[in-house]
């Protein structure tokens, strides 16, 4: 049983890709394959939307029915090239006098030749039976100066003796008596050996034909002037009957690339091939084509071609073909490097020159074929702003771009719902954009981070554009960011009143339409839900207008003048911008209220004494503190006025469990009757205690701008109040990715960046050092650029809740871990392609001090100016880059390729051969068990 369960393992790995491969047909469409006559060569095209994902190999078909395979040096030896079209298609052009084409007469060639295409161990040949006939009379001598090979035939009987033969059959062999010779290094060979090198030497019933590849070891370069020819230098040489025959079988080709300028690329070359012509050449002639055939010159012109054909017949004349880069005939196609758009121009020249020799009727036609390629050119994409004002929308288009480019995704605000998209595309250009998004809704209502008041009435509309541009087929991105500016005169600004009341100053505020976006200050300190709590400010916010109402005394009143008489204190009211934190709008009220003592926020204490209370009454003028130096700073009979630092006039400090006490009192000097004697006055003792306490935790950081505060002690009444205390930095949280779910493990700094695919999920982490402390995540988005205000931006936590945008967008879910750290599970959706950072605006909270450290998302949780009461710190945090990818389709392919359905049948085999292994050794240690 188990032999029959390990027999079947193995047979299941051997017949594994039969399970995968589709069946090829049996025939192709006529659409497939196109075969025609051209000149001297057939040509054979076939679609590459059926080739180019397939392994395939041509085969040549011999008059026994042998198989001879085409590819590499023995295809150039037998006058086959296998290229491919401007457009990547499958072309092949096999000469008329290559290997194993049936030859009648020198007018009729007849070949049969297969593709044979692979899928998997599935392979099926393409026959293709091939007539032509030649469209015009051999001249004496044909040149072809083909991609890979270059070919020299020679007329070889005179008139005379081609009538006597005029019925024989072609050769098929060589004859013994043909050698040839080498002028380079000065050695003949037999013919056959010539073969053995990898050239080709074959006569046919009139022609004696030598076929060369480039670089043998018999070629050479030679100089012409400036330019440059790859050359074999060689004579065939044949014994007869009371004659020898000498036929020159020298071949040149040009070798010196095309010149490429901005616009045009240029093909020049020697009008005369010098080791091909003499001094005394008879009028020649020349013309140019495209894609293997030959062009009109109306044609040449209407194309905008470049072509010269009235030129000297000597060595020293240049032919010069001139192609503007872009034009038609050619093929243009863009990459991308370096997340560079470039392009590259193609197109397959064609030249051709005939010339007379100096007998008058040995005429010579030398046909080139060039492929060109220009460098790849770098392309700045045009963006072009068509914003008009007074319509109040964004309009702007990209351009210009080929036809193999795609819009991939036009990436906004993410927190934009605006429609408006559009693309107009043509043939070979496309202006692909136009976003219009009104900037009285769009910029106020999904743009509240990109305006920026320019005072006055003027305010500036700003659009971040991320363009995500895709190649067509490579599969290839690459993105293009601008910006794109409209200032507006439609700032309505807010307008203040204040007045005083009883025991407040009060200010009044009607809306503009900008200040809903700017943050709300009390001096310097942000107007938070904890301010407003801890002072007892009184706040009412609608959308046309603010109330605010700040009782005496409190922190962020400012004292201008402290007299006897009143205490003059003013309120700053600010409101900054929200990104850089800059003063648009400021107004400040004004109040006159009685005296008391007062601890200040800047460590100063102030101290009011009222004589005419105290029974007996006491003359304030006598008054002075701890420190005896330290004497009103104004007095009179019943009344006195002490101002003085924290840390001077005696003042003590005192610890009492979390706060810091500053401590003074103000003493009474009694008169006395004889100073050296026992005290004899009629002046009560006064002592009066002055107490200011401070939270010993009560310390910021520089970048927080939230504060906890104080608690006030004065003449012995407490009265709640804070002042604003920083600290240097002394913790630092960090953003963390981890490597699954669980959190168990995360990436380090050497791993970055940190390759996912679309659809896959990343899991942040927000640590922090302290054990006590709880991490909030106020604010998280992802960029395509490092710094954390970049320009392509998609929102995944605003405000401490999750940005969820919908199924073509980045998808999260908050929560904390056992310890308190805030996790982030971000879902990759859609659009989202290429390098990615991940920012996060994190707060530290104590639990122990804070009630609002586990907040909820609830949308009708009342929110000062539209914003959640930020933690006692916060700082933004950032990890990444995040390489986001989408899988490669499979690429075309050529046979020398090796695919990975090859490696996948290699492994197939290889796992059934060692299961059918393993079965054999089984059983026999079974059946040896058993006997």
Sequence with gaps: MHCLLLVGVAVLCLTLPYVHAQPLPDSLPTTVLKTECRDRYFYIWGDKTFFGSLQWQLEAINYTGSIDIMRGPRAAQCGYTLTTDLYGNLEIRISFLGCWVNNTKDIQFDISVQIRVYRGMQSVAYIMDLTCSANRTWDVREIICEENYMEVSVLRLAEDDRIKVQLTAPATRISQTYRVEFLKNLTTILAEDAIKRGYDVNVTLTRVVFRAPYNTPESQVLQVGDYHLDAVLSKMLQKQTLRSLIIDTTIACPSDPPVFQDLALSWVSPALLGPLVTDNV????????????????????????????????NVSSIVNVTVPIGAPGGYSESDVVNNTYVTTYRINLLLQRRWLGEFGDDQTTHTQYKPVVTPAIKQRPIFTDYTIKKDRYFNVSLGNFYSDVNLKSFCRPPYSTATGLHRHTDLLHQKLQQYPGLLSDCALLFLPSRQTFLGGIKRRYRLYVTYVMSLVPKEKVFTYSDVVECILEDVVPPTYNGSCGSDSLVLDMKRGNLDMYWLPYIRNLPLTNQLITSQNYLVQNTDAAFHLEVPYPSVGLVYEVTTLSAFLVRLDFTLRDNQTLKVESSYSVRCSFSPQSVCLSNGSMIAFVNGSVTKPKIDARRTHLKDPTCKPLEATETLALFSFSAYTCGTIQKFDSNYLIYENEVMYDQVVLFPNQPIISRDSNYRLTMRCRYPIKDTQWLSAQKEAAPVMMGLGLPSVTKVLRRRARTHMAEL???????????????????????????????????????????????????????????????????????????????????????????????????????????SLCDPKRTDGCFQTCDKTTERVFGKRAISEFSEVVSAGPVKVGSKNEVGYQHLETKSWSTWSWVLSIGLGVIAALTVGAVCLAVRLYIH
């Design 282 to 313: 008879k009028p020649c002639s020349f013309a140019m084509g495209i894609n293997g055939i030959l062009l009109f010159k109306n044609d040449s012109e209407a194309n905008n071609y470049i072509f010269d054909d009235n030129i000297a017949c």
């Design 736 to 842: 963390r990715i981890a490597k699954d779910d669980a959190y168990t493990s995360f990436y380090h700094l050497g791993d970055f960046p940190v390759s996912v695919q679309q659809a896959d999920s990343l899991y942040l982490q927000a640590d922090v050092p302290s054990t006590i402390l709880v991490s909030l995540l106020q604010d998280c988005w992802a960029t395509t650029f490092p710094n954390h205000d970049g320009h392509s931006r998609w929102n995944l936590v605003v405000d401490g809740c999750a940005a969820n945008g919908g199924a073509d967008t980045l998808s999260t879910t908050i929560y904390l871990s056992p310890d308190y750290s805030a996790r982030l599970h971000v879902k990759l959706n859609g659009e989202v392609n290429g390098q990615v950072y991940i920012h996060c605006r994190v």
